[in-house]
C-alpha cells in the first residue's frame, strides 16, 4: 500500500511502502535518517576582472574533492567491497575532467556566473543528457555526475570532510535520499542492517555495491523520508522490495521466521561454491558470469564462476567525448583476463550507439535508435575507434584465455569485415612489437533474429555464438525491452523465441560450434533448467544469481530437462510454456525462487 495524496501519518502506525529489491536479505531495526540533500546554489554574477579569482576558487575546491576521494577510494580498497574502488577511482577522473572545467569557464568568462552557479548548471546539463537515455546503465550514471558536482559545491560552500558516512553508535536501517558509491562502499554489514533510498534501481553503483557488501537494500522507494523518523522500527525486505514502517509484532515475527529462512538458504547456497555445477545425473553446465566492471572480476570467482561469459566493455565509455584509448582498454583487459586466469574471458566488444552517447554518434539520430547505427554497425562505421578495442583485446590476450565476442551481428557480411579488421589488428600489434595469443575464438551474439534464422551459414565462419535472449525477445516479438507496459509481452518463453534457441542450438551442433546464453533467461532457475533440456551446457548470468542456478539444476536430471524442453517447445503460447515448467519445478525450487 503506497499513501498517495495524504503525506501525514501518524507515528507509529504501520506503513508499508513498495521500492526495487536491490541486494537480498531481510533486516528489521531501527530508521537513521541521513540528510544528503545538497546545498542551495547562490547565482551572483561576476565583474571582469575577478574570472581569475572565481576559476581559482574552482581549481582549489577540485584539489580539495581529489583528494577526499583518493581518501575513500584507499578506505574502500582496504574494506569489504575492495573491488569497488574502481568506482570512486572513475569518480576522481570525472571531478579532475578538463572538459568538465572548460564548461564551468567558459560560463564564468563568458556570461559571468559565478563558480557555484557554473558548476551547478554545467553538471546539471551532463546530467539531464544521462537521465534522458534508455539505458537504464547511463541514465543512472546521472547521479554520478549530480554526486560530483555535488562534492564540489559542499566544497565551496565551505563543507569540508569525506563522505557523509553515517555515525552510528547502534546498528541501524540507513535512509537517505540517495547514497554515492563512496557513501555505501563506505558502511559495514555490522553496523549497517539495511539500506534504503528513496531514487535509484537494480543497476545503480549503490545496489551494486549493497550486493557486493551483502547488505539488503531496498531502492526508489519514493517519498519515504516524509514516511519515516528517526529511531522508528522497520522491516526492510530486500527480496520483495518492501519495506514495512512501524510494523506489527506478528509481522515482525513473520519478517524474523523468513529472515532465518533466507539465511539458511544463503549459507546453504554458499557452501555450494565449490561444488560442481551438474545435473542431478551427473553432466557438467558451466556458468560463467556477466559483469560490467573490471572490479566485479575479483567478486565472480568467489560466488564460483567458472570464468567471465560476458564483459559488456561498453561501460567503460564514462566519457561519451574520448572513448579509453587502446592503452586504457588493453590495461582493464589484461587485469580483468588476470583476475579469472587460467579461467576463460569473453570480451564483448562496445555495443554502443542506439540510445546511447548520442552526442559522440549523431547517427543515432535515427527514428528508431534500437534498429539503427548502433553496436557492430557502429564499429564497422568507425574503424578509427573499433580497431583500437580489437588490438586492445588481442594484447590482453597473452596474458589468460581470452574470447572476442560481437554484438548485434545480423548477416555474414558483418561478421566477415570484423574478420577482416581483426587480421588488420593482429598485423599492426605485431609490427608493434607486442605479444599475443596465438588463436583468439571470434564469436556472434544471437540476438537478432535473423542471426537465429541463418545460424548455419554462421556456424560455417563463427568460432561460437552467444544467445542474447534480452535483445532476442526484444526483436523476436518487436517489443521495447525498456518498456514498462509491454513487459509482459518480453517473455523469453514464447515459442517464438523457442524456436530461435533452438535452431541456434542445432546450427551449432552440426558444426561442433560451442553455444552458450548470456541473456537475463540464464538466471533465473526455471529459465536455466528449460535451457539445459534443449541442449545448452554454457550459461553466463549476474554473478549473484549463479549459486541459485547451480542448486537448481543439481536438482534436476537430464533426461527429465530433456523431456520438459520437448514438451515445452510443442506448447502454443509463452503463457503455456512458464505454466508447464512451473508445474514441473517450482514447487522443487520453492526456496530458491525466493518464498
Ligand atoms: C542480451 O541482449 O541478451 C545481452 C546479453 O546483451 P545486453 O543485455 O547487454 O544487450
Ligand atoms: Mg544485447
Redesign the pocket.
Not at 563558480?115 to 547511463?138: F, G, I, Q
Not at 538458504?265 to 558451466?286: F, K, N, Y
Not at 546450427?507 to 538466471?523: E, I, K, L, Q, T
Given at each position: 500500500m503506497v499513501p498517495s495524496d495524504d503525506r501525514v501519518r501518524r507515528f507509529n502506525s504501520t506503513l508499508s511502502l513498495e521500492g526495487i529489491a536491490a541486494s537480498s536479505g531481510l533486516a528489521i531495526g531501527p530508521a537513521r535518517v541521513l540528510d544528503t540533500r545538497r546545498p542551495g546554489v547562490v547565482h551572483r554574477r561576476i565583474p571582469k576582472h575577478g574570472v581569475q579569482e572565481e576559476m581559482a576558487r574552482f581549481d582549489e575546491a577540485v584539489a580539495v574533492a581529489s583528494e577526499e576521494l583518493r581518501l575513500v577510494a584507499d578506505h574502500v580498497r582496504a574494506g569489504a567491497a575492495r573491488a569497488e574502488a574502481s568506482i570512486v577511482e572513475a569518480y576522481i577522473l570525472m571531478v579532475e575532467d578538463e572538459s568538465l572545467r572548460e564548461d564551468v569557464e567558459r560560463r564564468v568568462s563568458i556570461d559571468r556566473q559565478c563558480v557555484e552557479w557554473a558548476l551547478d548548471t554545467a553538471v546539471r546539463e551532463m546530467a539531464d543528457t544521462l537521465a534522458r537515455s534508455k539505458d537504464p546503465y547511463l541514465a543512472e550514471r546521472s547521479h554520478d555526475f549530480e554526486f560530483i558536482g555535488d562534492r564540489v559545491l559542499r566544497i565551496l560552500a565551505g563543507q569540508r570532510g569525506t563522505a557523509v558516512l553515517p555515525d552510528l553508535s547502534e546498528p541501524a536501517v540507513v535512509i537517505a535520499h540517495d547514497l554515492s558509491p563512496a557513501e555505501t562502499a563506505g558502511m559495514s554489514r555490522e553496523k549497517v542492517l539495511a539500506i534504503v533510498t528513496e531514487v535509484g534501481t537494480r543497476t545503480s553503483h549503490t545496489a551494486i555495491l549493497a550486493r557486493a557488501l551483502e547488505i539488503p537494500a531496498v531502492v526508489g522507494v519514493q517519498d519515504i523520508l516524509s514516511y519515516v523518523g528517526s529511531s522508528e522500527q522497520l522491516i526492510v525486505d530486500g527480496l520483495s522490495g518492501r519495506v514495512v514502517l512501524a510494523p506489527t509484532q506478528d509481522m515482525i515475527f513473520e519478517a524474523m521466521a523468513r529472515a532465518a529462512r533466507h539465511s539458511a538458504v544463503t549459507r546453504g547456497l554458499r557452501e555450494l561454491r565449490d561444488m560442481p555445477a551438474v545435473t542431478q545425473c551427473g553432466v557438467p553446465i558451466h556458468l560463467q558470469a556477466?559483469i560490467e566492471l573490471p572490479g566485479e572480476a575479483n567478486l565472480v570467482m568467489l560466488q564460483g564462476a567458472e570464468g567471465i561469459g560476458?564483459y559488456?566493455t561498453e561501460f567503460m565509455v564514462v566519457d561519451p567525448g574520448a572513448p579509453p584509448s587502446e592503452q586504457e582498454q588493453y590495461e582493464t583487459y589484461r587485469s580483468v583476463l588476470e583476475a579469472v586466469a587460467p579461467l576463460p574471458v569473453t570480451l564483448?566488444t562496445f555495443?554502443l550507439g542506439g540510445d546511447k552517447f548520442t552526442s559522440l554518434f549523431p547517427a543515432s539520430m535515427d527514428a528508431n535508435p534500437a534498429l539503427g547505427l548502433r553496436a557492430i554497425r557502429l564499429g564497422l562505421a568507425r574503424p578509427e575507434m573499433f580497431l583500437p578495442q580489437l588490438r586492445a583485446m588481442l594484447r590482453a590476450s597473452a596474458h589468460g584465455s581470452l574470447r572476442i565476442l560481437v554484438?548485434m551481428v545480423a548477416t555474414l557480411r558483418e561478421l566477415r569485415a570484423v574478420r577482416k579488421l581483426l587480421e588488420t589488428a593482429r598485423r599492426e600489434v605485431a609490427a608493434a612489437g607486442h605479444p599475443q595469443a596465438e588463436h583468439v575464438a571470434l564469436g556472434i551474439?544471437i540476438?537478432v533474429p535473423s542471426a537465429a534464422v541463418v545460424a548455419d551459414l554462421f556456424a560455417a565462419e563463427a568460432d561460437f555464438f552467444?544467445?542474447?535472449?534480452?535483445?532476442?525477445v526484444?526483436y523476436a516479438l518487436a517489443v521495447d525491452r525498456t518498456s514498462r507496459a509491454l513487459a509482459t509481452l518480453a517473455s523469453p518463453f514464447d515459442p517464438a523465441v523457442l524456436r530461435l534457441i533452438r535452431m541456434t542450438v542445432t546450427a551449432g551442433d552440426r558444426h561442433s560450434r560451442p553455444v552458450g546464453v548470456?541473456?537475463?533467461m540464464a538466471n533465473d532457475p526455471l529459465g536455466a533448467a528449460l535451457l539445459v533440456g534443449m541442449g545448452l551446457r554454457d550459461l553466463s548470468m549476474e554473478s549473484s544469481g549463479i549459486p541459485q542456478v547451480k542448486e537448481a539444476l543439481r536438482r534436476v536430471s537430464l533426461a527429465e530437462a530433456e523431456e520438459l524442453a520437448n514438451r515445452a517447445c510443442a506448447c502454443v503460447t509463452a503463457e503455456g510454456v512458464q505454466q508447464l515448467i512451473a508445474d514441473a519445478l517450482a514447487p522443487r525450487f520453492a526456496d530458491l525462487l525466493g518464498a
Amino acid at each position: 500500500m503506497v499513501p498517495s495524496d495524504d503525506r501525514v501519518r501518524r507515528f507509529n502506525s504501520t506503513l508499508s511502502l513498495e521500492g526495487i529489491a536491490a541486494s537480498s536479505g531481510l533486516a528489521i531495526g531501527p530508521a537513521r535518517v541521513l540528510d544528503t540533500r545538497r546545498p542551495g546554489v547562490v547565482h551572483r554574477r561576476i565583474p571582469k576582472h575577478g574570472v581569475q579569482e572565481e576559476m581559482a576558487r574552482f581549481d582549489e575546491a577540485v584539489a580539495v574533492a581529489s583528494e577526499e576521494l583518493r581518501l575513500v577510494a584507499d578506505h574502500v580498497r582496504a574494506g569489504a567491497a575492495r573491488a569497488e574502488a574502481s568506482i570512486v577511482e572513475a569518480y576522481i577522473l570525472m571531478v579532475e575532467d578538463e572538459s568538465l572545467r572548460e564548461d564551468v569557464e567558459r560560463r564564468v568568462s563568458i556570461d559571468r556566473q559565478c563558480v557555484e552557479w557554473a558548476l551547478d548548471t554545467a553538471v546539471r546539463e551532463m546530467a539531464d543528457t544521462l537521465a534522458r537515455s534508455k539505458d537504464p546503465y547511463l541514465a543512472e550514471r546521472s547521479h554520478d555526475f549530480e554526486f560530483i558536482g555535488d562534492r564540489v559545491l559542499r566544497i565551496l560552500a565551505g563543507q569540508r570532510g569525506t563522505a557523509v558516512l553515517p555515525d552510528l553508535s547502534e546498528p541501524a536501517v540507513v535512509i537517505a535520499h540517495d547514497l554515492s558509491p563512496a557513501e555505501t562502499a563506505g558502511m559495514s554489514r555490522e553496523k549497517v542492517l539495511a539500506i534504503v533510498t528513496e531514487v535509484g534501481t537494480r543497476t545503480s553503483h549503490t545496489a551494486i555495491l549493497a550486493r557486493a557488501l551483502e547488505i539488503p537494500a531496498v531502492v526508489g522507494v519514493q517519498d519515504i523520508l516524509s514516511y519515516v523518523g528517526s529511531s522508528e522500527q522497520l522491516i526492510v525486505d530486500g527480496l520483495s522490495g518492501r519495506v514495512v514502517l512501524a510494523p506489527t509484532q506478528d509481522m515482525i515475527f513473520e519478517a524474523m521466521a523468513r529472515a532465518a529462512r533466507h539465511s539458511a538458504v544463503t549459507r546453504g547456497l554458499r557452501e555450494l561454491r565449490d561444488m560442481p555445477a551438474v545435473t542431478q545425473c551427473g553432466v557438467p553446465i558451466h556458468l560463467q558470469a556477466n559483469i560490467e566492471l573490471p572490479g566485479e572480476a575479483n567478486l565472480v570467482m568467489l560466488q564460483g564462476a567458472e570464468g567471465i561469459g560476458l564483459y559488456r566493455t561498453e561501460f567503460m565509455v564514462v566519457d561519451p567525448g574520448a572513448p579509453p584509448s587502446e592503452q586504457e582498454q588493453y590495461e582493464t583487459y589484461r587485469s580483468v583476463l588476470e583476475a579469472v586466469a587460467p579461467l576463460p574471458v569473453t570480451l564483448r566488444t562496445f555495443d554502443l550507439g542506439g540510445d546511447k552517447f548520442t552526442s559522440l554518434f549523431p547517427a543515432s539520430m535515427d527514428a528508431n535508435p534500437a534498429l539503427g547505427l548502433r553496436a557492430i554497425r557502429l564499429g564497422l562505421a568507425r574503424p578509427e575507434m573499433f580497431l583500437p578495442q580489437l588490438r586492445a583485446m588481442l594484447r590482453a590476450s597473452a596474458h589468460g584465455s581470452l574470447r572476442i565476442l560481437v554484438p548485434m551481428v545480423a548477416t555474414l557480411r558483418e561478421l566477415r569485415a570484423v574478420r577482416k579488421l581483426l587480421e588488420t589488428a593482429r598485423r599492426e600489434v605485431a609490427a608493434a612489437g607486442h605479444p599475443q595469443a596465438e588463436h583468439v575464438a571470434l564469436g556472434i551474439m544471437i540476438e537478432v533474429p535473423s542471426a537465429a534464422v541463418v545460424a548455419d551459414l554462421f556456424a560455417a565462419e563463427a568460432d561460437f555464438f552467444s544467445i542474447g535472449t534480452n535483445d532476442l525477445v526484444q526483436y523476436a516479438l518487436a517489443v521495447d525491452r525498456t518498456s514498462r507496459a509491454l513487459a509482459t509481452l518480453a517473455s523469453p518463453f514464447d515459442p517464438a523465441v523457442l524456436r530461435l534457441i533452438r535452431m541456434t542450438v542445432t546450427a551449432g551442433d552440426r558444426h561442433s560450434r560451442p553455444v552458450g546464453v548470456c541473456g537475463a533467461m540464464a538466471n533465473d532457475p526455471l529459465g536455466a533448467a528449460l535451457l539445459v533440456g534443449m541442449g545448452l551446457r554454457d550459461l553466463s548470468m549476474e554473478s549473484s544469481g549463479i549459486p541459485q542456478v547451480k542448486e537448481a539444476l543439481r536438482r534436476v536430471s537430464l533426461a527429465e530437462a530433456e523431456e520438459l524442453a520437448n514438451r515445452a517447445c510443442a506448447c502454443v503460447t509463452a503463457e503455456g510454456v512458464q505454466q508447464l515448467i512451473a508445474d514441473a519445478l517450482a514447487p522443487r525450487f520453492a526456496d530458491l525462487l525466493g518464498a
